[in-house]
């Protein structure tokens, strides 16, 4: 079992920066691909970045790319979303998830979200 909480949102205006953290529980943290995903209300939640375990391979979704960094500290058991030139249309409920191996499609452990508010 993992259990994730993420941490950091919060409202910032048009051009800013915010960087999410999750924190993990559990012993293995380095074996785990972790991704970030996002929801905005009334639309299905989407695909933001995820890295895999340990190197640190990335994968950003196109709509991020050159604003958005994902990284990891396997000491601190913790995942991060650096954002920058945020735009409103980022604004979301952002979630961090888990899944053993490689990056990919599906994934089996899930923060509870934090909010993202950017503002015009």
């Known amino acids: 079992q993992v259990q994730l909480v993420e941490s950091g949102g919060g409202l910032v205006q048009a051009g800013g920066s915010l960087r999410l953290s999750c924190a993990a529980s559990g012993r293995t943290f380095s074996i785990y691909a972790l991704g970030w995903f996002r929801q905005a209300p009334g639309k299905e939640r989407e695909f933001v970045a995820a890295?895999?375990?340990?190197?640190?391979?990335?994968l950003l979704a196109d709509s991020v790319k050159g604003r958005f960094t994902i990284s990891r500290d396997n000491a601190k058991n913790t995942v991060y979303l650096q954002m920058n030139s945020l735009k409103p249309e980022d604004t979301a409920v952002y979630y961090c998830?888990?899944?053993?191996?490689?990056?990919?499609?599906?994934?089996?452990?899930w923060g509870q979200g934090t909010q993202v508010t950017v503002s015009s």
């Open positions: 998830a888990a899944r053993p191996g490689r990056v990919g499609s599906s994934y089996d452990y």
């Open positions: 890295i895999s375990g340990n190197p640190g391979r990335t």
